[in-house]
């Protein structure tokens, strides 16, 4: 079973704000990332050592982290952007999946 | 151009072994490990363990130990995961994906592996 947990479900406004959260025992101590899955495509990396942004990620993808729980933010929400979102704690050792959580943009 | 490519959909049947490959192109193959993901049909992500092709060290993940193998093969710049004796429960689709920078930048296409009777 996944030891990170994110909320299953977010809906959003186009336009709007998404804030996506991660929580884990000693997410503090580990490098949380973040990842973007659309329907029949493999994962796509977001977000990596907490709050990097890989060139060509578009700039509304953002990422920080408080204490044990990393936040993945997605800002000026489009349609493009329903999909699943999974992060991930990296710790050099292990590196196991969030739960998923699935964005909807009604 | 980072590249990784897997093998074909594979449809088994239980206790059947099985081997699929990941060929990693267009970046130093033994400097950067390869992580192995499932994902089981309508589920989420689960990682599965991480190889380093530079001398075929492995790490699983606990629920993967003694499940599956990680190997390499150098020479033809290709990572491989295998089964010994599938289940039903092996049906899923499987990701290699490159690690770097502590997340997971190139990902392959997936292999359909499909155990049935």
């Known amino acids: 079973s996944s030891e990170v947990s994110q909320p299953p479900s977010v809906s959003v406004s186009p336009g709007q704000t998404a804030s996506i959260t991660c929580s884990g025992d000693?997410?503090?101590?580990?490098?949380a990332c973040w990842y973007q899955q659309k329907p029949g495509q493999s994962p796509l990396l977001l977000i990596y050592?907490?709050?990097q942004r890989p060139s060509g990620i578009p700039e509304r993808f953002s990422g920080s982290k408080s204490g044990n729980t990393a936040t993945l933010t997605i800002s000026g929400t489009q349609a493009v952007d329903e999909a699943d979102y999974y992060c991930?704690?990296?710790?050099?050792?292990?590196?196991?999946f969030g739960t998923g959580t699935k964005v909807s943009v009604l | 151009e980072v590249q990784m490519v897997q093998s074909g959909a594979e449809l088994k049947e239980p206790g059947e072994s099985l081997k699929i490959s990941c060929k990693g192109s267009?970046?130093?193959?033994?400097?950067?490990?390869i992580a192995w993901v499932r994902q089981m049909p309508g589920k989420g992500l689960e990682w599965m363990g991480i190889?380093?092709?530079?001398?075929?060290?492995?790490r699983y993940s606990p629920s993967f130990r003694g499940q599956v193998t990680f190997s390499v093969d150098k020479s033809v710049t290709t990572a491989y995961l295998q089964w010994s004796s599938l289940k039903a429960a092996d049906t899923a689709i499987y990701y290699c994906?490159?690690?770097?920078?502590?997340?997971?930048?190139?990902w392959g296409q997936g292999t359909l592996v499909t155990v049935s009777s």
């Open positions: 994906a490159r690690q770097a920078d502590s997340g997971l930048d190139s």
């Open positions: 000693n997410l503090g101590q580990k490098y």
């Open positions: 190889i380093w092709p530079r001398d075929s060290d492995a």
């Open positions: 050592q907490d709050d």
């Open positions: 267009g970046y130093s193959f033994t400097t950067h490990w």
């Open positions: 991930q704690a990296w710790d050099g050792h292990t590196a196991p």
